[in-house]
């Protein structure tokens, strides 16, 4: 469960080891990337996503999201960020879409980090697109 497949969270809990990144728009709502799989540069991860220049890219101002070097490639490739409170759930959609992931998760009880995989998609999927 120590497996961290982005950087969403350090925890050691195992709802929160499968870091998944999941888009919000809607001809990729279904997509769930492993990070992990995907790459670990930040092209691989972009390609994997999909992602287009011109997007507009949102994150939650965490220390490594905010790097010199993710700030250095984001330009790079033309990316707009969106300037964010840090630490502000409340106003970051996606962090209610992960509250209620965790749950899910927890309650199915995943035993190792292949159900625990599972599960994620399987539970990310069954997530209302509304």
């Given at each position: 469960?120590?497996?961290?497949?982005?950087?969403?969270?350090?925890s050691?809990?195992?709802?929160?080891?499968?870091?998944?990144?999941?888009?919000?728009?809607?001809?990729?709502?279904?997509?769930?990337?492993?990070?992990?799989?995907?790459?670990?540069?930040?092209?691989?991860?972009?390609?994997?996503?999909?992602?287009?220049?011109?997007?507009?890219?949102?994150?939650?101002?965490?220390?490594?999201?905010?790097?010199?070097?993710?700030?250095?490639?984001?330009?790079?490739?033309?990316?707009?960020?969106?300037?964010?409170?840090?630490?502000?759930?409340?106003?970051?959609?996606?962090?209610?879409?992960?509250?209620?992931l965790?749950?899910?998760?927890?309650?199915?009880?995943?035993?190792?980090?292949?159900?625990?995989?599972?599960?994620?998609?399987?539970?990310?999927?069954?997530?209302?697109?509304?």
């Amino acid at each position: 469960y120590k497996r961290h497949l982005s950087t969403t969270s350090n925890s050691q809990t195992p709802n929160s080891a499968m870091a998944k990144t999941k888009e919000l728009s809607k001809d990729t709502r279904n997509k769930i990337v492993d990070l992990h799989q995907a790459g670990k540069t930040e092209s691989a991860i972009a390609r994997a996503l999909k992602m287009k220049r011109g997007w507009v890219f949102q994150h939650d101002n965490d220390p490594k999201h905010t790097a010199r070097a993710t700030k250095e490639w984001l330009r790079k490739e033309h990316f707009k960020v969106l300037e964010w409170t840090s630490q502000s759930p409340d106003l970051n959609p996606i962090e209610n879409l992960w509250r209620e992931l965790k749950i899910r998760v927890a309650q199915r009880q995943p035993q190792n980090i292949t159900a625990l995989e599972e599960i994620c998609m399987e539970e990310w999927a069954k997530l209302p697109a509304t």
